[in-house]
């Protein structure tokens, strides 16, 4: 399992320290949520400060776009230097195009589904993405408390994964992730956990990082 933290729940007034804490946690990737008060009902941060954050961290930036239309902003992102951009079914229109666009900038790319959409689309796109990110809340917010349908669903993402040959493709989960439910959306398939709340709101970051793997550990 990739224990991946959302800065969302980070000290915003210095988030260039919270990353060196993090590389120094030995945490490996860093999941940055992009809001543009639109497609959610909140607002972040865009490419700008991607880019000031790529200047101090190693990390692998996972890049989640809650964004519509996000197709209008891929070149941003990676010239901002994100590693992989993650878009919403929801939010593109042209899923496909979008999704192998990302790729052809040389990024990993990511499909998320929210909470109440159907993986139908899944079928579809299997071949474009190397990542899949299940919703575990209707995303704008950290805090928010774990919808338990999550966990058929990550089993479902897996199945359709599994049918179209790609066993290599992560199923992440985000929103409501803790301790308590790492076990078993692992155990469901899940690859990669974000964590804002839980994660952040416990330090120290080295001692978080290992009660999680420790969790995980659990439902293999
Ligand atoms: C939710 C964001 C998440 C959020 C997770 O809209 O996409 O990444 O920060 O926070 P927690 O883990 O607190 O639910
Ligand atoms: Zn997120």
Known sequence: MILSP???????????????ELEAAGLAWAHLDVMDGRFVPNITFGPPVIKALRRRSGLFFDVHLMVDAPERYLEDFRAAGADM????????LHLQR?????????????VAFNPATP???????????????IMGVNPGFSGQAFLPTTYAKVREARRILDGHGRQDVKIQVDGG???????????CGADVLVSGSAFFGAPPYAERLRTFMNAARDGK
């Open 85 to 92: 951009l993650v878009v919403h079914a929801e939010a593109t």
């Open 6 to 20: 959302s800065l969302l729940s980070a000290d915003f007034a210095d988030l260039g320290r919270e990353l060196a």
């Open 177 to 187: 992730v803790d301790p308590d439910n790492t076990a078993e959306l692992v155990r």
């Open 98 to 110: 979008t999704l192998a666009e990302i790729r052809r900038l040389g990024m990993r790319a990511g």
């Open 119 to 133: 993986l139908g689309a899944l079928e579809y796109v299997a071949t474009d993405a190397d990542m899949v990110l």
